[in-house]
T-cell receptor, first 112, second 114 residues
């Protein structure tokens, strides 16, 4: 079992829809959780960073962490065509070193 | 603000040729530096990381090596490229604090070995 699982999609939604992106993980030691957005042929861009459980909101983006279920989510409200990209989740454990454990990414297409 | 520069953006190299990819970071001191490789459908794989000048840790045995000759410079090299070295190579940095693990990426180098 891979440590981080993420549905690759593709996920296609109409403009204005609420998008839900998810990752599950198996390592209960993970405490730091990140979401990255990656446009085609570009480097990943950090969107959200959360520590431990709970919610964090930044504009149209909300990140949720449920450590009891080993499940994290990224919600995008009022989705825009410019949100079309691949979304990568990443996580790491306290004092585990420097490697981030990435999901393979979910491809999102927001259609006008 | 901090910026990361990575070049070249694309590279086509023949099998057996050498490789040198360079990455520099501005606006921060003593960053942790990373080289990742992203293969299609396989996610990001950490290749090397460095916590200081001359300090390199390898995560995966392979045909590649890394060096950090200056505080904010990280170089990925190979003496002889293999077809399997093709991929999207990403340099990244993070703050020098083990409590902060989020990484910031460069724009990547797409390497095609022919």
């Amino acid at each position: 079992q891979k440590e981080v699982e993420q549905d690759p999609g593709p996920l296609s939604v109409p403009e204005g829809a609420i998008v839900s992106l998810n990752c599950t993980y198996s390592n209960s030691a993970f405490q730091y959780f990140m979401w990255y957005r990656q446009y085609s042929r570009k480097g990943p861009e950090l969107l959200m960073y959360t520590y431990s459980s709970g919610n964090k909101e930044d504009g149209r983006f909300t990140a949720q962490v449920d450590k009891s279920s080993k499940y994290i989510s990224l919600f995008i409200r009022d989705s825009q065509p410019s949100d079309s990209a691949t979304y990568l989740c990443a996580m790491s454990a306290l004092n585990s070193g420097y490697a981030l454990n990435f999901g393979k990414g979910t491809s999102l297409l927001v259609t006008p | 603000s901090q910026t990361i520069h990575q070049w070249p953006a694309t590279l086509v190299q023949p099998v057996g040729s050498p490789l040198s990819l360079e990455c520099t970071v501005e606006g921060t001191s003593n960053p942790n530096l990373y080289w990742y490789r992203q293969a299609a459908g396989r996610g990001l794989q950490l290749l090397f990381y460095s916590v200081g000048i001359g300090q390199i840790s390898s995560e995966v045995p392979q045909n590649l090596s890394a060096s950090r000759p200056q505080d904010r410079q990280f170089i990925l090299s190979s003496k002889k490229l293999l077809l399997s070295d093709s991929g999207f190579y990403l340099c990244a940095w993070s703050v020098p604090d083990r409590g902060r693990t989020e990484a910031f990426f460069g724009q990547g180098t797409r390497l095609t070995v022919v």
